[in-house]
């Protein structure tokens, strides 16, 4: 097992599934000690379980990122010890910018901007109290830096976490804090679950030039590098992640 993160303890939220139980496993991987959030415990209890079988060093807390009450229980007890955040709990609502509903709108930006605030926040000041700097990595969008039809509150609120990145980096580099983001591309996982077999998605695949979606381990060292000591001069970077969608021309 590769030690790189050996000695850290790294959250994840909305570490149940899809990217974020890989992140979990991949950091778990490295040597890290993870600490699995979501808001259905039983699941993330079964995923830490799962990642100690295998030889890593893992935990579960229960925590909606929409509800700052669990995130400071859990920055007050299991992880007053973070030396890093994986902020990557997110949701997508589709739907045409005419019929979307207030619900809808506001659910996304709650979760997906909000979230990311509030998680970054408690963050901090658990590493303020520390006081030994730490790591914040968002993960936002290639939809954060361009755009997608039927996705406006998504896009919104990825643009969101892209400046509040840079924002964050820029007040908290005083103390040790370290504040970036990872704009995937476009990655199988029940977020876009149906989506490539759509004309649009059809469509968007014609346009990332390497003419292929992600892998999910094609984040893996973006992720691991942002986490680590590696990054120690980097605060405030907007790493896309993306077979080069963004450069398209189409
Ligand atoms: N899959 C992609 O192609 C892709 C591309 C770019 C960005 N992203 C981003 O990556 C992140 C992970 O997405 P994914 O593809 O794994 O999607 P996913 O739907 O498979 O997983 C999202 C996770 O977030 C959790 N979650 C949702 N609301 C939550 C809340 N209030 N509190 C705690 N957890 C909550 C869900 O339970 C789920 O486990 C998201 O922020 C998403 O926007 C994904
Ligand atoms: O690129 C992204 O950030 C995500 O993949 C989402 O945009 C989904 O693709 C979308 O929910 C599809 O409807």
């Keep these: 097992m590769n030690q790189n993160l050996s000695g850290k303890t790294i959250l994840v939220t909305g ?8 992140f979990a496993r991949t950091l778990a991987a490295d040597g890290a000690h993870v600490i699995l959030a979501a808001r ?21 807390v229960a925590l909606d990122v929409t509800d700052k009450a669990s995130i400071d229980v859990a920055f007050a007890g299991p992880a007053a010890n973070v030396d890093a955040v994986v902020n990557n709990a997110g949701i997508s609502i589709a739907g045409a910018a005419l019929d979307l509903t207030e619900e809808d709108f506001d659910a996304v930006i709650d979760t997906n901007l909000k979230g990311v605030f509030l998680v970054a926040q408690a ?31 998504y896009c919104a609120s990825k643009a969101g976490v892209v400046q509040m990145t840079k924002a964050l980096a820029l007040e908290w580099a005083r103390y040790g804090i370290r504040v970036n983001a990872i704009c995937p591309g476009y990655f199988q996982t029940e977020i876009n679950a149906g989506f ?48 080069g969608h963004l450069v398209s021309s189409m």
Excluded: W
């Design 123 to 153: 963050a901090a000041r658990a590493m303020n109290t520390r006081g030994q700097g730490g790591s914040i990595v968002n993960i936002a969008s290639v939809l954060g830096l361009r755009v997608a039809g039927h996705l406006s509150s």
């Design 40 to 60: 259905r415990l039983d699941k993330v209890e079964a995923a830490a379980k799962e990642i100690a079988e295998s030889g890593g060093s893992a935990s579960a």
């Design 196 to 243: 490539f077999d759509t004309p649009a998605g059809e469509a968007m695949m014609k346009r990332i030039p390497q003419r292929r979606i992600g892998q999910l381990s094609d984040l893996d060292a973006p992720l691991k590098l942002l986490c680590s000591d590696g990054s120690g001069y980097m605060t405030g970077s907007v790493i896309a992640v993306d077979g």
């Design 15 to 22: 570490a149940s599934g899809g990217l974020g139980l890989h």
